[in-house]
């Protein structure tokens, strides 16, 4: 078999086993894997370092407009060349609707949008406004093109639903095999907490970090399992901040519910301590959930450790420092005024790697589950994330004894700081492929604006999860009655 390109003398690793051997590459698509392979009119050696699938970030926000029409500040060039930097070879961004958009005009714009890319992207929606024309025609639409992912909110007033909202957008993903993603904090809750504060004179940086108490997140989490277990629907709690939510969702998974979660580095890395900072320093770390303490870290670890997670994602939500994002409201303003998120799609697998595998807390195969293969069975991205044939040639090849301190610049994002500067971090992806296409090698972008092509998605993988039977679900057990 004759390649275009041969990787070899690598260390090959996957989600199931490593080896050593060569990857064969013909037309963008992985053609062979073997202990030696000859030929190639493009040889590249690996010299012994980690050949991986490239990362798969599944959680980010890019060139979109917040609930308050904020625009981040990475559109989709800068933000696929921060992911790619990054170690990833292709993303899924939010595509969001906001209240009196049609799903039709969402998907059209991020369309535009989406064209710089210079990895392969695809787009979760965001539904804030699900009218009967969006269950019954619009979304079913966009399930057909490939996008079979949608995020739904419990807080924020311009984007929360009610209970039975929710549980007729999961009937409606249930019927078009699409996973509905939620972002759990309970909204009376959150609301209480900001009034009590603002009460006692309490609206600096740091009160943010109480103001969204874990019971928030806990509760929001139970009661979304309980809708889908109901509607017998697919669920993915995103970015889980607390022990107690993680523990939901490992209790609910062994019970058998469809259901998928991640957390995020930031939760793992910083703590409340973050905002405590001199002068409005701390506006730098506001994110909603916010981080937490030092033993909410060895919580998660030990969830991420032990597979309570499909992803470790980065929630990536740029906003710089000024006043064009944290300080659109003023410069001193108190802390709910404050534009929530941070930067960190480029950090992401470089301090997943060095804090995890580097550290013995997960193994280089969890790395790669975790990172790239988990979401590519999650969200449908049926030719990425594994080193197989057939494959799309979406590859990273990683230094794993490198070191460096993280940088601003070397985030190559468009963000004016980064929450994980100075870090020390051990592992650095040093060539970066989609499509066999080589976007980054040795520090340098490679890839041209527009390089990327959307990636229309499968529905989710149900397998090894059946799902909870619920009586009244059951025409046995119900007179018969039938639901959707």
């Known amino acids: 078999m004759e390649f275009d390109i041969v990787i070899h003398g690598g260390q090959i690793a996957t989600a199931d086993f490593l080896f050593d051997g060569d990857i064969g590459i013909k037309d963008g698509r992985i053609a062979a894997v073997a202990e030696k392979l000859s030929g190639g009119d493009r040889r590249i050696d690996a010299g012994g370092r980690i050949v991986m699938p490239g990362g798969i970030e599944a959680h980010a926000h890019i060139a979109q407009e917040s609930a308050t029409g904020l625009m981040t500040a990475d559109d989709y060039y800068s933000g696929s060349v921060s992911a790619a930097f990054g170690g990833n070879s292709s993303f899924i961004p939010f595509a969001a609707q906001h209240r009196g958009q049609s799903i039709d005009e969402v998907i059209e714009t991020y369309d535009a949008r989406g064209a710089r890319s210079v990895i392969d992207y695809s787009y979760h929606l965001i539904v804030s406004d699900p009218s009967e024309e969006v269950l019954t025609d619009q979304l079913p639409r966009a399930f057909a093109r490939g996008i079979t992912s949608f995020k739904v909110f419990t807080t924020y007033d311009a984007l929360v639903l009610p209970d039975a909202q929710m549980l007729d957008i999961l009937t409606v993903a249930r019927a078009h095999g699409a996973i509905t993603m939620v972002h759990s904090e309970n909204d009376g809750m959150v609301k209480w907490m900001n009034k009590q504060l603002a ?9 943010h970090a109480i103001s969204r108490p874990e019971l928030a997140e806990e509760e929001a989490i ?3 399992v309980q809708l889908a277990k109901l509607a017998d629907a697919p669920l993915f709690i995103v970015h889980v901040s607390t022990a107690g939510g993680a523990e939901i969702v490992r209790r609910e998974k062994a019970l058998g519910a469809k259901l998928f979660a991640e957390t995020c580095p930031q939760y793992m890395a910083l703590t409340r301590d973050d905002l ?10 506001i994110c909603s959930p916010p981080v937490r303490d030092a033993a909410t870290q060895d919580a998660l670890w030990h969830h991420v450790a032990m597979g309570t997670f499909e992803s470790v994602s980065s929630d990536h939500a740029p906003y710089r420092s000024d006043e064009t994002g944290k300080f659109a409201n003023g410069a001193e303003v108190p802390y709910p005024r404050i534009a929530n998120g941070m930067p960190g799609i480029a950090a992401r697998l470089p301090w997943l790697f060095s804090e995890g595998v580097v550290k013995g807390r997960i193994t280089l195969e969890q790395f790669v589950a975790l990172s790239s293969t ?6 449908g991205v049926e030719r990425k994330g594994r080193i197989a044939p057939g494959m799309d040639a979406d590859i990273a090849i990683w230094n794993p004894e490198a070191t460096r301190r993280l940088t ?3 985030q190559h994002d468009n963000m ?3 929450p994980f500067e100075g870090l020390e971090l051990t592992g650095v992806p040093e060539l970066v492929m989609t499509r066999g296409a080589v976007v980054v090698q040795d520090g340098a972008l490679q890839a041209a604006e527009g390089q990327g092509r959307f990636i229309p998605r499968a529905p989710v993988d149900l397998r090894a999860r ?3 039977a619920v009586k009244e679900r059951d025409p046995a057990q119900n007179f018969g009655v039938s639901f959707p």
Not at 199 to 207: D, I, L, S, T
């Open 408 to 410: 601003l610049g070397d």
């Open 416 to 418: 004016d700081y980064s």
């Open 374 to 379: 988990n979401a590519a069975k999650t969200f």
């Open 276 to 285: 405590d900072r001199p002068g409005m320093e701390g506006a730098k770390y």
């Open 199 to 207: 009460k006692g004179g309490h609206v600096a940086p740091r009160y």
């Open 222 to 224: 139970h009661r979304m």
């Open 466 to 468: 059946p799902g909870v």
